[in-house]
């Protein structure tokens, strides 16, 4: 079982940054490709970008130029960089995994909230 931890959520002003940080109870080198997904209510939930093992990343149309996603290998640790935040912003964010061994997999976290409120 892969155990993902999601942190660095709170209450931010729009124009505000926040940057969420995703730990993984195994090495992330083992992990195909990880991402953040969130949530906001009475929503679906929406990816909202993706880094592959070998480096290549995708960002919602929504989140191109404010959002960077990011990873320490060392740590084991998966990151969000927000920058420029808007209420549209608000939502539960997501850690999602996918591993190939031992069998194909796919893992998420508990979620952190994010609220973008004046």
């Known amino acids: 079982q892969v155990q993902l931890v999601e942190s660095g959520g709170g209450l931010v002003q729009p124009g505000g940054s926040l940057r969420l940080s995703c730990t993984a109870s195994?090495?992330?080198?083992?992990?195909?490709?990880m991402g953040w997904f969130r949530q906001a209510p009475g929503k679906q939930r929406e990816l909202v970008a993706t880094?592959?093992?070998?480096?290549?990343?995708y960002y919602a149309e929504s989140v191109k130029g404010r959002f960077t996603i990011s990873r320490d290998g060392a740590l084991n640790t998966l990151y969000l960089q927000m920058n420029s935040l808007k209420p549209e912003d608000t939502a539960v964010y997501y850690c999602?995994?996918?591993?190939?061994?031992?069998?194909?997999?796919?893992?998420w976290g508990q979620g952190t909230q994010v609220t973008i409120s004046s």
């Open positions: 880094r592959a093992s070998g480096g290549n990343t």
């Open positions: 999602n995994a996918i591993v190939r061994l031992p069998a194909p997999n796919q893992y």
């Open positions: 195994t090495s992330i080198f083992n992990i195909a490709t």
